[in-house]
């Protein structure tokens, strides 16, 4: 029994870690957790039938283009926070009680149902699937519900050989997960429905997340010009890529430097935006793990979902304007997209496309004149593990 549970403990630590693969990424640990993690996304990335569990299903980079992607990264992190507070205050009633030796926890969300340290981090779970849209991450959290499933019903045998007719009372008026009307409906007896249902779930969070990949892609803030596909990170910069971003790819530096054969992703951006080194190695500065603010981008992740995103467009005043004093900088990082037909702009950000960083130019957009030009390696800031694409 001891070891079982040890497992399915294990697993569920194995989750968040996977999931909080952001916190890690960003933290002087990074080098050691991907000297582990790195080789298992690689290979998943290696075989289309694989690759796209390495793939993001929202937006992570830029801004969301409009009201319901931003209400959904916000109930991401209104998910996780309330979530783990909870886990955590049931988690305090659970310890009390046995320190106190009070017996089984009948109180609380524990009247209303048996579970709610599992429904919690479930819950908390679906947050951080959300904050960290990797369509791996959701997988597991699908995997972990089913084991949070089998270890309720460990437990529940063990309560009942140690408390008897007392907590057999307790599982006739309360639910496993939910509040006992709902469980009868949604949960039926029976192990063959019971399995239905949770190939049910599997059909509607992966359905749901292909679908807002789907959605977001079809949102994103994009302009295009034959092989040429431009997203922008800030919204307020869409209007200046629309206006020059058909002038900046006739400019003699940057022309020259494309091939018309070539399908090419440019990200349109500040200077100083500062996950720029998830979409190529554009310098150490980028690389956030060297950074001393990991606690900080820590919490301005989960309690400010934009603020790190737009962070980089609100300090361009302070660093961005070009040496003739009326102009405004810009950021283009070019990437040459490759395992596509390019048909569409939307092909770039297809699962499969192989992405590699190119170039990178800082332009300054209203005088139209290159201020620098640099080669950049064929990796991110991360090297080759698989970054967002939006």
Same mark, same amino acid.
């Not at 951080?128 to 959701?138: A, D, K, N, Q, T």
């Not at 302070?318 to 990082?333: K, Q």
């Given at each position: 029994?001891?070891?079982?549970?040890?497992?399915?403990?294990?697993?569920?630590?194995?989750?968040?870690?996977?999931?909080?693969?952001?916190?890690?990424?960003?933290?002087?640990?990074a080098g050691f957790f991907y000297s582990v993690f790195k080789p298992f996304l690689l290979e998943l990335a290696k075989?289309?039938?694989?690759?796209?569990?390495?793939?993001?299903?929202?937006?992570?980079?830029?801004?969301?283009?409009d009201g319901f992607l931003?209400?959904?990264?916000?109930?991401?992190?209104?998910?996780?926070?309330?979530?783990?507070?909870?886990?955590?205050?049931c988690a305090l009633q659970v310890y009390s009680h046995k320190f106190l030796k009070k017996g089984a926890v009948l109180k609380g969300l524990y009247s209303y149902i048996r579970h709610p340290q599992y429904l919690n981090l479930a819950v908390a779970g679906i947050g951080?699937?959300?904050?960290?849209?990797?369509?791996?991450?959701?997988v597991l959290w699908l995997a972990m519900v089913l084991m949070y499933y089998f270890l309720a019903k460990d437990e529940e045998r063990r309560m009942l050989n140690q408390y008897g007719d007392s907590y057999r009372e307790h599982i006739g008026s309360t639910g496993m997960f939910l509040p006992k009307r709902f469980e009868e409906v949604l949960l039926p007896s029976g192990a063959i429905r019971k399995l239905a249902v949770f190939c049910v779930l599997v059909m509607i969070v992966l359905g749901g997340a292909f679908s807002l990949r789907a959605y977001t892609i079809r949102h994103l803030p994009l302009w295009n010009k034959g092989n040429v596909t431009a997203i922008s990170? $800030?919204?307020?910069?869409?209007?200046?890529?629309?206006?020059?971003? =058909?002038? &900046?790819?006739? @400019?003699?530096?940057?022309?020259?430097?494309?091939?018309?054969?070539?399908?090419?992703?440019?990200?349109f951006l500040p200077q100083n935006y500062i996950m720029q080194g998830l979409i190529a190695d554009t310098g150490g500065e980028w690389k956030l793990y060297k950074q001393h603010h990991t606690i900080s981008m820590i919490t301005d992740w989960i309690?400010?979902?934009?603020?790190?995103?737009?962070?980089?467009?609100? $300090?361009?005043?302070?660093?961005?304007?070009?040496?003739?004093?009326? =102009?405004? &900088?810009?950021? @283009?990082?070019?990437?040459?997209?490759?395992?596509?037909?390019?048909?569409?702009?939307?092909?770039?950000?297809?699962?499969?496309?192989?992405?590699?960083?190119?170039?990178?130019?800082?332009?300054?957009?209203?005088n139209l004149k290159v201020l620098e030009l640099k080669e950049l390696s064929r990796e991110t800031g991360w090297g080759q593990v698989p970054t967002p694409v939006f």
């Open positions: 029994m001891n070891t079982r549970k040890t497992v399915f403990s294990s697993a569920v630590v194995l989750y968040f870690i996977i999931g909080l693969e952001i916190l890690i990424m960003i933290s002087p640990f075989y289309p039938a694989t690759k796209w569990l390495s793939a993001f299903f929202l937006p992570h980079m830029i801004v969301p283009p931003k209400f959904i990264r916000v109930m991401g992190s209104i998910l996780f926070v309330g979530g783990m507070g909870l886990f955590f205050i951080l699937s959300i904050l960290w849209p990797r369509f791996l991450v959701i990170i $800030a919204d307020k910069d869409r209007f200046k890529m629309d206006h020059r971003m =058909g002038d &900046v790819i006739s @400019l003699e530096e940057i022309r020259k430097r494309l091939d018309d054969n070539k399908v090419y992703l440019v990200y309690f400010h979902p934009f603020r790190h995103l737009e962070e980089g467009h609100h $300090a361009m005043h302070t660093h961005a304007h070009s040496a003739e004093g009326n =102009g405004v &900088v810009r950021r @283009l990082i070019f990437l040459k997209i490759d395992n596509t037909k390019g048909d569409k702009p939307y092909d770039a950000f297809a699962v499969n496309a192989v992405r590699i960083p190119g170039f990178m130019a800082d332009i300054d957009i209203h």
